[in-house]
């Protein structure tokens, strides 16, 4: 795994992925983040990344200038992928965390203290969690009116998008497919 793009762009991670872990590839990495720089200023973003698994998604996001990035993972040996991932770049540790924590229990416990502007989801593709995620009554908890959502899943995957989401991207790379949606209320 590499960082494709920012400051820290080229930095190779030789971590030993678990099987149960599926990191997006660089190659879709970089069409995401692509996409992204027509709708984000990363320099102002404040992200959250969502079963993170490897935290690319989110270091990748560091990597271009967010502001602040929050790794959400329930995985303990994932958590501590993301945690040494983060050790081997300079990045203060104000500028992000990580929480082990299953994402709908973070949904329901999180305080709201900081609404985020962009958000990426990418669950494993055999669980409908992404639907979970959208029709999820704590969106609202996390995001603001604005705020950008990131969807990966398989393209064999049906997702129904309520009137709270608008699409603004679906491309497929692949079996995968990518969503962005902006969240309307």
Do not use: W
Not at 173 to 185: A, H, K, P, R
């Amino acid at each position: 795994m590499r960082i494709v793009g920012g400051k820290f762009k080229g930095n190779l991670f030789k971590t030993k992925i678990p099987k149960n872990i599926r990191p997006t590839s660089d190659f879709v990495r970089e069409a995401i983040f692509d996409t992204l720089s027509n709708f984000v200023e990363f320099n102002s973003t404040n992200v959250l990344d969502l079963f993170a698994g490897t935290g690319m998604l989110g270091i990748e996001s560091l990597s271009r200038g967010a502001n602040f990035c929050h790794f959400v993972d329930k995985d303990s040996d994932v958590v501590k992928i993301i945690s040494s991932n983060l050790a081997l770049l300079p990045i203060p540790k104000e500028r992000y965390r990580i929480t082990k924590a299953d994402v709908f229990s973070f949904l329901r416990t999180y305080s709201g203290e900081i609404k985020f502007d962009l958000i990426f989801s990418d669950p494993p593709y055999n669980l409908p969690l992404n639907q979970k995620l959208l029709s999820s009554s704590n969106v609202n908890k996390i995001a603001k009116t604005g705020t950008l959502f990131v969807i990966e899943l398989s393209q064999r995957t049906d997702l129904e998008v309520s009137t709270n989401f608008r699409v603004l991207r679906k491309k497929q790379y692949g079996d995968t497919l990518v969503y962005i949606f902006q969240y309307v209320s």
